[in-house]
């Protein structure tokens, strides 16, 4: 489980990397019609299966399939994979859409959502020490990673009480020591993320009192491609569809072959097969194209992405130089568009996903 707890830094200090740590110099990937190409994955549950496709030549047999190749890199440190994509060292990553929208779009990489493959439905939560209650985390100091996700989800339970940032006080910690610290005596309210939570929630006294489910479908778990490399090679767009969904397939299955598959997902994981069972559990996959096209295609995305832009604007992680949450454009399946229309930089792609959902593959 040690190796999960580094596997979770999918979630922190992301945003500190758009407001210092990478600028808008990063250098562009060639758009421009080629046959060999990069992902990068980190390991996390909704991550998995794109080691394992790897690992079993499915990403290869769709390759091959369009005559190119794809080269899938795992990336031990999470943040860092999202910066070598914003540099130009890989066509495609997986990240959260809010740190799709932070980092690499914010620095004005223009980043196409590919595939989503699922979202938190559990995994994320709010934990206080004694009490059911959500509001009466009024006056408390709340550990978490400041400017994650963990800091999103804060904010969002907030404010289905009616309460803000200034009825609490945020305690920076990290997710290393999260669950040490909640066995403190005074502290009595922290944020966190599986497998942390899972451990945490075992303890005495210990109550969930908001998590990711009730903000279903808000923190997202994507593969992003540089959108410009995807319209000069669409054929690489479809390959990755094809081989996600021919691994979906397998993956979800009630079979010895699926079961095998989660067990290989979960040791690679740094678990076993009832550990990668249990965070899929908290996890809602879109193992059918169909879910994901309706997911897409729905209202959810935009109306979680003005949540998050608008978060991401109050905290300063849209860059020094934006003067308003409309800095960065988001573009959503039906072409509509949230914030400045000639700045677009993120846009979720129904597209291949469909191809996958009609069989035109």
């Known amino acids: 489980m040690q190796s999960l ?3 979770f830094q999918r979630y922190t200090l992301a945003f500190l990397v758009s407001v210092g740590l990478l ?3 990063a250098a562009p990937v060639q758009a421009q019609e080629r046959d060999s190409f990069r992902i990068a994955w980190s390991i996390y549950v909704g991550w998995m299966p794109w080691g394992y496709g790897a690992a079993e030549g499915i990403v290869q047999k769709w390759a091959d399939k ?3 190749e794809i080269e899938v890199v795992q990336i031990n440190d999470y943040i860092e994979s999202i910066n070598l994509y914003t540099a130009g060292s890989f066509d495609g990553v997986t990240a959260t859409n809010m740190d799709a929208l932070t980092i690499p779009a914010a620095s004005g990489v223009d980043t196409t959502a590919l595939i989503v493959g699922d979202f938190s439905d559990g995994n994320d939560g709010v934990v206080l020490k004694g009490t059911d209650n959500l509001e009466d985390i009024a006056g408390k100091r709340v550990h978490l990673v400041e400017l994650s996700v963990s800091h999103y989800l804060l904010a969002r339970a907030l404010e289905s009480v009616g309460m803000t940032e200034r ?3 945020v305690v920076n910690t990290s997710d290393a020591d999260i669950v040490a ?3 403190s005596s005074d502290v009595e309210a922290i944020v966190t993320w599986n497998p942390q939570l899972g451990e945490v929630r ?3 006294e210990a109550e969930v009192v908001f998590d990711s489910s009730q903000i279903p479908g ?3 778990d994507l593969l992003v491609v540089n959108s410009d490399v995807l319209e000069a090679n669409p054929d690489f767009g479809k390959a990755l569809a094809g081989a996600w969904y021919e691994i979906m397939s397998i993956m979800s299955g009630d079979d010895e072959a699926g079961e095998a598959a989660r067990a290989d997902m979960g040791e690679a994981a740094g678990t076993d097969l009832a550990g990668y069972e249990a965070q899929l559990a908290s996890t809602t996959m879109f193992y059918d194209p169909a879910e994901a ?3 897409v295609e729905s209202e959810l995305p935009a109306e979680t992405m003005e949540n998050v832009r608008q978060f991401a604007f109050e905290h300063g992680l849209l860059g020094e130089n934006a003067p308003s949450p409309d800095f960065v454009g988001i573009q959503f399946a039906d072409g509509s568009v949230l914030g400045s229309e000639g700045n677009v930089r993120f846009r979720f792609n129904a597209d291949y996903m469909r191809m996958a959902r009609d069989g035109e593959l």
């Open 5 to 7: 707890k580094h596997a």
């Open 202 to 204: 075992r303890m005495p």
């Open 218 to 220: 808000e923190i997202m």
């Open 181 to 183: 610290a909640f066995t």
């Open 23 to 25: 600028t808008a110099s």
């Open 66 to 68: 369009y005559g190119i």
């Open 293 to 295: 096209v309706d997911f």
């Open 167 to 169: 009825d609490i006080r």
